[in-house]
């Protein structure tokens, strides 16, 4: 079975411009979730999404962010502008259920570097 | 203070060595925990999850210490593949989601 799926593994790019990654989920999940990691903050929780509706997005550091699931198999973060300090990976997971006990399934992440 | 706190290390250790990583939680009202192994440049990866009386996978052994808000993870007879970051974390209580909150991360560095 396919995992989440997330593209691109890489990003460049210089400050000021969007940044749009891309998630794809574990077919059948119902949640799914984005999450930034850095060096200095470690893993953090930017949004979740339900049954592709936004549930919690207190974790998206401004409005420069946004997140988007137009159908249960797709969903976008979209940065614009985009700063330096920004660079971090982003990763998407999912799970079935929004049990705690649930597992979370990362995505491999994109690491995405701002000019 | 932190909702999850680890002593980020890194720990490094002879193959065949015991080791042993600790966390602690702030939140007393959290039910759910885990520890999670993430390789260098991968995506974190549920280890195994932690229940009230203990646990074992293996040469894993997962504690948990409500009384304190301690979990610890024991790995014993340690590989090079060990090599890893092992986050520890736990359910957000608040909201009855499946929020997880995660810690740093403690390094481990399996030498031959």
Same mark, same amino acid.
């Given at each position: 079975?396919?995992? =989440?799926?997330?593209? &691109?593994?890489?990003?460049?790019?210089?400050?000021?411009?969007?940044? %749009?990654?891309?998630?794809? &989920?574990?077919?059948?999940?119902?949640?799914? $979730?984005?999450?930034?990691?850095?060096?200095?903050?470690?893993?953090?929780?930017?949004?979740? $999404?339900?049954?592709?509706? &936004?549930?919690?997005?207190?974790?998206? &550091?401004?409005?420069? $962010?946004?997140?988007?699931?137009?159908?249960?198999?797709?969903? %976008?973060?979209?940065?614009?502008?985009?700063?330096?300090?920004?660079?971090? =990976?982003?990763?998407?997971?999912?799970?079935?259920?929004?049990?705690?006990?649930? %597992?979370?399934? $990362?995505?491999?992440?994109?690491?995405?570097?701002?000019? | 203070?932190?909702?999850?706190?680890?002593?980020?290390?890194?720990?490094?250790?002879?193959?065949?060595?015991?080791?042993?990583?600790?966390?602690?939680?702030?939140?007393?009202?959290?039910?759910?925990?885990?520890?999670?192994?993430?390789?260098?440049?991968?995506?974190?990866?549920?280890?195994?999850?932690?229940?009230?009386?203990?646990?074992?996978?293996?040469?894993?052994?997962?504690?948990?210490?409500?009384?304190?808000?301690?979990?610890?993870?024991?790995?014993?007879?340690?590989?090079?593949?060990?090599?890893?970051?092992?986050?520890?974390?736990?359910?957000?209580?608040?909201?009855?989601?499946?929020?997880?909150?995660?810690?740093?991360?403690?390094?481990?560095?399996?030498?031959?």
């Amino acid at each position: 079975d396919a995992g =989440v799926i997330q593209s &691109p593994r890489h990003e460049v790019t210089e400050m000021g411009q969007e940044v %749009t990654l891309r998630c794809k &989920p574990i077919s059948g999940h119902d949640y799914l $979730f984005w999450y930034r990691q850095t060096m200095m903050r470690g893993l953090e929780l930017l949004i979740y $999404f339900n049954n592709n509706v &936004p549930i919690d997005d207190s974790g998206m &550091p401004e409005d420069r $962010f946004s997140a988007k699931m137009p159908n249960a198999s797709f969903s %976008t973060l979209k940065i614009q502008p985009s700063e330096p300090r920004d660079s971090a =990976v982003y990763f998407c997971a999912s799970s079935y259920t929004r049990l705690a006990s649930d %597992t979370q399934y $990362f995505g491999p992440g994109t690491r995405l570097t701002v000019l | 203070r932190k909702e999850v706190e680890q002593d980020p290390g890194p720990f490094n250790v002879p193959e065949g060595a015991t080791v042993a990583f600790n966390c602690t939680y702030s939140n007393s009202a959290s039910q759910s925990f885990f520890w999670y192994r993430q390789d260098c440049r991968k995506e974190p990866k549920l280890l195994m999850s932690v229940y009230s009386s203990g646990n074992e996978d293996g040469r894993f052994t997962a504690q948990l210490n409500r009384a304190s808000q301690y979990i610890s993870l024991l790995i014993r007879d340690s590989k090079l593949s060990d090599s890893a970051t092992y986050l520890c974390v736990v359910n957000d209580p608040s909201g009855n989601t499946g929020k997880l909150i995660f810690g740093q991360g403690t390094t481990l560095q399996v030498k031959p």
